[in-house]
Nanobody, 116 residues
Framework: QVQLVESGGGLVQPGGSLRLSCAAS????????MNWYRQSPEKERELVAN????????NYANSVKGRFTISRDNAKNTVYLQMNSLKPEDTAVYYC?????????WGQGTQVTVSS
């Protein structure tokens, strides 16, 4: 079965960096676009970034452009989110996401807290 396991979250000061990882299994990873979402109590769930199967096309929310970078390693079945210049408003639970036809899969999420 499809499994998505996020890691790498934590507490970081404003201006700091974190790298999130999402280890995937149970499907042919290299065939699918992978997505990172985030959700905080004050906001609706937001698509942060996504990356095409071969990693050629990457899209970002306006709120993170120039600060976050999505990447993937198809040999390791892993997608990453490098987050730099973090701001308090980046505080959220970050989720890895996959859509296969009509089915959507989510990881358990990893908490990112940006605070001094």
């Amino acid at each position: 079965q499809v499994q998505l396991v996020e890691s790498g979250g934590g507490l970081v000061q404003p201006g700091g960096s974190l790298r999130l990882s999402c280890a995937a299994s149970g499907f042919t990873f290299s065939r699918y676009t992978m997505n990172w979402y985030r959700q905080s109590p004050e906001k609706e769930r937001e698509l942060v970034a996504n990356i095409s199967p071969a990693g050629i096309t990457r899209n970002y929310a306006n709120s993170v452009k120039g600060r976050f970078t999505i990447s993937r390693d198809n040999a390791k079945n892993t997608v990453y989110l490098q987050m730099n210049s973090l701001k308090p408003e980046d505080t959220a639970v970050y989720y890895c996401n996959l859509r296969v036809e009509t089915t959507t899969y989510w990881g358990q999420g990893t908490q990112v807290t940006v605070s001094s």
